[in-house]
């Protein structure tokens, strides 16, 4: 008698665990469509920014003018990395809080040869009638205090889909090779240790950084006599 009525009970409740599991699955597909449609814009509004300067770059080499663009790089942020910014600045940790609060989520890094070139690429773009600056900061006038130079623009692009237009922000990060040089270095330096990096050590790094930007200040200055001669 008890066992049937186990096997009664249990034939009631897998019905309803069936119901909730469908549901869950339900949610976890619809959940997971939704980002990779968000990834898939954020990819598509990069591919505006690196057709802009892969135009650019091809105008300067059909003109014979001094390129000032050396290479393009870009990547789209990782989900962990934007659950953990999220968190890092007490935000939820939604789709629509990623979107509205996270401007880095699609980022361009553009190597120059040399420090002016920096701006000539950034005026060139913000030029276009369909790029709109958000947000400017310029690590090069006003170094951070670990040494890192680099002008950091947010703007905005427009992606278009079959029946939806979407305003998208993206971080171009413009350097020169010097800089891309030390922050790639120190980036991998920091994040290979787990240890807190001792003060003598940032001072070395700084230093570094000092000299990189002196040599890159010297080296334009060098391209400028060279090209007086011509």
Known sequence: MQNENQNEMQE?????????????????YKMAFQFQEIMMIYESAIKQIETKLEILNKEYKVTGRRNPIETVKS?????????????????????????????DIAGVRV????????????????KQPDIKKIEEKDYIASPKDS?????????????YLSN???????????????????????????????AKIPEGIRRELRHCAETIAMTDQEMEEIAIELQALD
Not at 12 to 28: E, G, M, R
Not at 174 to 190: G, P, V
Request: hydrophobic share 40%; with cysteine.
């Open 164 to 194: 939806t237009e979407h305003h998208i922000k993206v971080e171009i990060q413009l350097r020169t090779i010097a800089m891309d040089f030390w922050a790639s270095l120190e980036h991998e330096l920091r994040y290979k240790t787990t």
């Open 12 to 28: 009631s409740v897998l019905p309803v665990l069936a119901d909730k599991q469908i549901a869950i699955n339900s949610d976890f």
């Open 75 to 103: 990547r789209i942020k990782s989900p962990e990395s934007i659950a953990n910014k999220l968190i890092k600045r007490n935000l939820p940790v939604t789709f629509e809080s990623m979107t509205a609060n996270l401007h």
């Open 111 to 126: 190597i120059c040869p040399y420090i002016s070139d920096i701006y000539t690429v950034r005026d060139i773009l913000l």
């Open 147 to 159: 040494g890192y130079r680099s002008l950091h623009v947010v703007v905005e692009t427009p992606v």
